[in-house]
């Protein structure tokens, strides 16, 4: 990357406060103006998504776009990141996305931190962002590989889908999870429920990383014929 990495802290500290503030900022707002739960996560699921691309595009050449220490873990065990820098990231990108709830709560009047009482828990919860966030880390990894360009478009469109395929509405990022903890408002989840929600969105990350990894590592050379 051509930033020091006090530039990549800043644009991931960036990214991901904005990228929480549309998530919970774009739930109170869906609240408000509908009480059809169904068009309430249309609207939050396009809003992320939205935001998701854009945020990717324009912050993507800076540090890397990641906003999510899953994918900052998986960067580091692709030697893409270094040790200091993937603990940097993993505190800031956490650091920010309670910030992100803060500003959603601010502009719209609620008190600064509300802990939920959304449960989300369960076998099909826990397997949900499993799938949420192998998905994700498979379309960053393939992407970048196939299709960099339009990376920001593929990240932003999977994420849209998934709130709708996912039985956990596809939270697949720690940061935004702790942070989504602090809000008692339509994309909360209570503080409980959390750590089993990190756990497996790891899980789903590594599962991601070695899968694609197999999937795309090139043979190293033809076999040699001999003979007639």
């Known amino acids: 990357m051509g930033f020091d990495l006090s530039r990549r802290l800043a644009a991931e500290g960036l990214g991901t406060a904005l990228l929480v503030a549309t998530v919970v900022g774009s739930g109170i707002m869906a609240d408000k103006l509908t009480d059809d739960s169904a068009l309430a996560l249309l609207c939050n699921a396009l809003a992320t998504g939205a935001v998701l691309t854009v945020l990717i595009t324009v912050l993507g050449p800076v540090s890397g776009a990641h ?33 992100g709830t803060v500003i959603a709560h601010t ?92 756990a497996f969105e790891l899980a789903g990350a590594l599962l991601a990383l070695v899968f694609i990894g197999w999937l795309l590592r090139p043979l190293n050379s033809s076999p040699v014929r001999t003979g007639s």
Do not use: H
């Open 67 to 99: 906003f999510n220490p899953a994918v900052s873990l998986v960067m580091r065990l692709r030697r893409e990141l270094k040790p200091r820098d993937l603990a940097a990231y993993v505190v800031v990108q956490i650091m920010a996305g309670i910030l």
């Open 107 to 198: 502009m719209f009047g609620l008190p600064v931190f509300t802990l939920s009482g959304a449960v989300r828990t369960g076998e099909a919860q826990w397997f949900s962002e499993v799938v949420a966030t192998f998905g994700l880390v498979a379309i960053i990894l393939s992407g970048a590989r196939f299709a960099r360009e339009a990376l920001p478009w593929l990240v932003g469109l999977y994420i849209t889908a998934a709130y709708w395929f996912t039985a956990s509405t596809s939270f697949a990022n720690p940061a935004v999870t702790i942070a989504r903890s602090l809000t008692d408002t339509f994309s909360g989840i209570q503080p409980r429920d959390v750590p089993a929600f990190i």
